[in-house]
């Protein structure tokens, strides 16, 4: 029989299926302040093939075998004793699984436990991957009003005891409580166990991502929400991507063990184990070289971030407010409410200068276009500082200030 008409794809795609993105929108600009990338000149290269070289000299007749599906045993080892020693969590290494980068895990959890219609809290505006995975998955997103020191505990339990009388108790409560992204802010100790007993007492599960946590430069560490749980509430996800190279994408889940095995079975139908190459080097790495490299990159993006907010003073003035993170890689920028950012960026990005509206990162959908996330990892000091320039002289000329 001759098949005469190609099939149109489109009509038949699960309603689960994400947007369409056309390759166009991968373009970067030469001073590139939109993706948290870290700076390439200090990929620790020959730490890692060194690394990766004695573990395959010692391990690589395992390779002949599929991964466990947690991931590697010894980097789920040392990811127990990383969060003990860093992070106050006591946790069994049977109680982590690796996976491909935090996001790989955070769409996990979205599609074990979010169906269509649940309510999900994240703040105000908050990572726009999860967002749009959320939206996805069909959930109802509220976010919550936060300040420099994270989400408002009164404007919580106002939203939550809101939607519990229409009978829409939330599911899930997402956060990033440290150097959050897109606003830079870290939560408090008194806000963090603020949540903690909200959530506590509505019964809700709190998934922590803790992703940027290791690229504090100045301050004090804040303890992890996880750490605080008495309950076992709080599922948390961490990265090795942003300390030691996004490219080699390796995060790590704790949770218990009615979704870990859930997980597992994901992985088993499949087969999306982790990478045994990457874990191999990654581990080697993290127990010899890991802690020396990201004293260094700490330094090269404490300059950064310094560049930028004095080349904004400088350029900027009165005329915009911005976020002075303790970490991460990655500030907000507040412009006067009548300047849309979003509607330039493409204009922006022609003149060379990347950045992230501030809409891309609200929960509803609507908000922030004033608003833009700038990261300053990737360029030099020397860039940024060209960049902001590019910037103002734009934001001049469309009259912003």
Not at 304 to 327: H, Q, V, Y
């Amino acid at each position: 029989m001759e098949n005469k008409k190609l099939i149109e794809f489109n009509k038949i795609l699960s309603k689960q299926a994400p947007p369409f993105r056309d390759r166009g929108e991968l373009v970067r600009g030469k001073y590139d302040f939109a993706i948290a990338y870290p700076d390439p000149d200090s990929l620790p290269i020959d730490g890692l093939v060194a690394a990766l070289k004695e573990g395959l000299a010692d391990e690589g007749s395992d390779l002949a075998l599929y991964p466990d599906v947690q991931g590697y045993g010894p980097l789920r080892e040392y990811v127990s004793y990383k969060l003990k020693r860093d992070r106050a969590m006591t946790v069994d290494p049977e109680q982590v699984v690796l996976g491909d980068g935090s996001s790989q895990h955070i769409a996990t959890i979205i599609d074990l436990l979010i169906d269509p219609g649940d309510t999900v809290i994240t703040e105000d505006f908050c990572y726009s991957n999860t967002l749009t995975k959320l939206r996805i998955s069909g959930a109802d997103v509220h976010g919550i009003l936060c300040d420099d020191s994270g989400m408002k505990p009164d404007n919580l339990e106002m939203v939550i005891a809101d939607l519990v009388a229409q009978d829409k108790r939330p599911k899930l409560i997402y956060t990033i409580p440290t150097f959050q992204n897109p606003q830079g802010w870290t939560m408090t100790l008194e806000r963090r166990k603020a949540l903690l007993d909200i959530a506590s007492f509505y019964e809700i599960p709190i998934l922590e991502d803790d992703c940027y946590v290791d690229l504090r430069f100045e301050g004090d560490n804040v303890p992890a929400i996880h750490s605080l749980d008495l309950t076992g509430q709080v599922m948390y996800v961490g990265s090795f991507s942003k300390t030691i190279a996004p490219g080699l994408r390796m995060g790590y889940f704790i949770g218990p063990e009615e979704i870990i095995g859930r997980v597992r079975m994901v992985r088993k139908i499949s087969g999306s184990g982790v990478n045994e190459f990457t874990a191999l080097a990654i581990h080697r790495y993290a127990i010899s070289g890991l802690d020396g490299h990201v004293a260094k990159i700490l330094k090269i993006q404490r300059d950064r971030r310094d560049t930028m907010i004095a080349t904004l003073g400088e350029m900027f003035g009165s005329n915009a407010k911005w976020s002075t993170p303790e970490g991460g890689l990655y500030l907000w920028l507040q412009m006067p409410h009548s300047a849309d950012l979003t509607e330039i960026t493409k204009e922006a990005l022609e003149a060379g200068v990347g950045y992230q509206p501030g809409t891309m990162f609200a929960a509803d959908a609507n908000s922030g276009e004033n608003y833009a996330r700038l990261c300053f990892g990737y360029n030099s000091s020397e860039e940024i500082s060209q960049g902001i320039e590019v910037l103002a002289a734009l934001f001049t000329k469309k009259g912003f200030f």
